[in-house]
Nanobody, 127 residues
Framework: QVQLVEFGGGSVQAGGSLSLSCAAS????????MGWFRQAPGKEREFVAA????????GYADSVKDRFAISRDHAQNTIFLQMNNLKPEDTAVYSC????????????????????WGQGTRVTVSS
């Protein structure tokens, strides 16, 4: 089993920045690609960003590209999401996810492709 815990949510005004982190514990030896997703009130969970097992390849939703940056620290079993120039539409509960299988250098953007999920951390952006 793997446990994922997110940190760093909060409230910020539009144009501000927040940094999220996700710490993995348990049987982390098999964690490969990881990602961030978000769910706004009344909406389905959506992909935000993902990173491959080595941390060298990343992918982003169009809505956050050039504003958000995902990274990982293998030594700390942690991934990060730096969010800049935040907009009210970024308001959501942000969750990290981990996948225990990988093919090559792939990253993954579908909810169904991940095996473990954190509880989420709330981000609120006011206008």
């Amino acid at each position: 089993q793997v446990q994922l815990v997110e940190f760093g949510g909060g409230s910020v005004q539009a144009g501000g920045s927040l940094s999220l982190s996700c710490a993995a514990s348990g049987r982390t030896g098999g964690i490969l690609p990881m990602g961030w997703f978000r769910q706004a009130p009344g909406k389905e969970r959506e992909f935000v960003a993902a990173i491959n097992w080595s941390g060298g390849i990343t992918g982003y939703a169009d809505s956050v590209k050039d504003r958000f940056a995902i990274s990982r620290d293998h030594a700390q079993n942690t991934i990060f999401l730096q969010m800049n120039n935040l907009k009210p539409e970024d308001t959501a509960v942000y969750s990290c996810a981990a996948r225990t299988r990988a093919y090559g250098e792939s990253w993954y953007r579908e909810v169904s492709e991940y095996d473990y999920w954190g509880q989420g951390t709330r981000v609120t952006v006011s206008s």
